[in-house]
């Protein structure tokens, strides 16, 4: 996530970005009913009569839940991905989306990605309890950089892609406990955080505009004046806010904030930073214009 955070929700834009660290998941069709799921979270043994509930597969099975209809026989799920779950970044909706299109893929057919964006933010809604705006879903299953509406669903690639330089501050809170905080304070103030949400939109607007016609300058200003926006919201922390002014110091950033709901998970600047040791774990990451992809395995 570049931009538009929490405000997203509230029918605000949001900018999101599609990174080169893949996730990967391999579909073995079986001649029973047995489903097997291997990762690096664990192993889970089940039916497809069952599917038993296990919490690091509870994405997967969501996925497989909203396919089961179409499916007749067990599997093998082999689900690799290039950089670790700690960090956050959409993981949980860049697996959602490779399990689907897996599940196509093994049907021979291969989902668009409005379908995949679609049952995708559905069932990463049902997993956390109805929440979450689908920007992480619609960044796996198209590619690129992308202005996304959550209520139409509806998707705007960027032609240029931003560079990035990503810090992982260390810890995590699960976005429906930022979000359920955030919702808190706004019950106290919902006058002052309706105005927030407004100007955030804004800042995103404004943003895209800028990217669309290569100013990242004025684009990294405008991250910055959001980043004081979601510290407004309550969801930063002083690791993020010493990250956050630690990637400012860098002669190459034109801007910096949260990426994401906040209180952890990462920091995002706009541009390929000079400076290489942060302290702190920092990703070498790519904006992929690819989104989903389904491939044959020989």
Known sequence: ????????????????????????????????????????????????????????????????????????????????????????????????????????????TTPAPGCLLDCGTKIIRKVQGGVGSGADVAASAYGGCLRYFAEAQDVVRLPVSPQLTVLYSGSKTPTPEVIARVEENRQKQPEVHGELDALIGDTVR??????????????????????????????????????????REDPNIQGSKISGSGLGDCVVGLGKAMRRDWGVPSLAVKVDPAGAMVEAVP
Not at 210 to 230: H, P, S, V, Y
């Open 1 to 108: 996530m570049l931009m538009g955070e929490h405000a997203v929700l509230r029918g605000h834009p949001a900018i999101v970005c599609a990174i080169n660290k893949r996730m990967k998941v391999e579909l073995t069709p079986r001649e029973d009913k047995t489903l097997l799921l291997h990762s690096a979270l664990g192993e889970h043994e089940t039916t497809l009569d069952e599917l038993a509930p296990h919490e690091s597969f509870r994405f997967v099975l969501g996925a497989i839940r909203a396919c089961k209809e179409g499916l007749t026989r067990g599997f093998e799920l082999d689900i690799r991905s290039e950089m670790s779950h700690q960090m956050g970044l959409g993981s949980s909706a860049a697996v959602t989306v490779a399990t689907l299109a897996a599940l196509a893929g093994a049907q021979g």
């Open 206 to 247: 404004r943003a895209f505009e800028a990217a669309a016609r290569g100013d990242w300058e004025t684009m990294g200003g405008l991250m910055n004046i959001n980043q004081g926006l979601m510290d407004s919201l309550g969801v930063n922390n002083a690791k993020l806010a010493e990250l956050v002014y630690a990637l």
